[in-house]
């Protein structure tokens, strides 16, 4: 097991990075759709919006640690066969939109939360509010952050859909190279 970046592989750290992030993502967008089927004023409604501040918030944290590990696993492994340059600079940037995604989707979240002025617990912890209390700032920030988590399905679905493309159909190593090793 290699945690760095091998010619043919992610290091180990980014494929487990990766595939935790796809999990707590979904946990994420789980718990606030679940939240909205549950009756207004219920404890069951709180929690669920709980759990939505606190696994966001495990994303921002996490996506740090995987920014450290992506610049310290060396070379991004090459994807064989080689894909033309206009396929790289658009992946490229497809990742670059995950990470503004990763980081400003919680940030959003965070400021929203502060304008309401409701707490926001992270492992029982009170965090630190980040601006006043401005309720129609609140509206705006919520209405920001609802619509970018819209459009994260589908940034999310294209994405997986590309890796997917390239696996099955132009049966390159992209996807293998974000998968743990067989041995
Ligand atoms: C990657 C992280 C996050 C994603 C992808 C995400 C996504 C979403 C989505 C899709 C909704 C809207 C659901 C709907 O349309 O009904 C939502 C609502 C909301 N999120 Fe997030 N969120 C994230 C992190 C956070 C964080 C860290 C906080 C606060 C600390 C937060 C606070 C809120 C609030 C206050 C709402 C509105 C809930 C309501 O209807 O009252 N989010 N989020
Ligand atoms: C079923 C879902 C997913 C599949 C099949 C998938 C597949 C892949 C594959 C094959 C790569 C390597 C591409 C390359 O090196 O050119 C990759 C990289 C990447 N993926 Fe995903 N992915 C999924 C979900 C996600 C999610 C939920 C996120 C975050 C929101 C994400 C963020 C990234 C990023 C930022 C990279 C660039 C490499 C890095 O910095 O780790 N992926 N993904």
């Not at 089927?37 to 069951?44: E, F, I």
């Not at 939360?113 to 617990?121: H, M, N, Q, R």
């Not at 492992?123 to 209390?133: A, D, E, F, M, V």
């Amino acid at each position: 097991m290699n945690c760095r970046n091998t010619n043919d592989r992610y290091g180990s750290l980014s494929i487990g990075m990766h595939w935790l992030m796809l999990l707590l993502l979904t946990g994420v967008y789980a718990v606030i759709n679940l939240h909205d089927l549950v009756p207004k004023g219920s404890t069951l409604r709180a929690d669920l919006k709980t759990w939505h501040f606190m696994l966001g918030l495990s994303v921002f944290i996490l996506v740090a640690v995987r920014l450290a590990t992506r610049l310290f696993s060396g070379p991004v492994p090459r994807i064989e066969p080689e894909l033309p340059a206009w396929q790289e600079r658009l992946s490229a940037l497809a990742h670059l939109a995950l990470y503004v995604f990763m980081i400003g989707m919680p940030v959003l979240g965070w400021f929203a939360v502060s304008a309401k002025g409701d707490p926001v617990v992270f492992l029982g912890r009170q965090l630190p509010t980040l601006i006043g209390h401005d309720k129609s700032l609140y509206e705006s920030l919520k209405d920001i952050h609802e619509t970018i988590g819209t459009v994260g399905y589908f940034l999310i679905g294209l994405h997986a859909a590309a890796a997917l493309f390239h696996h099955y159909v132009m049966r390159d190593n992209t996807l293998r190279r974000m998968l743990p090793a067989r041995h």
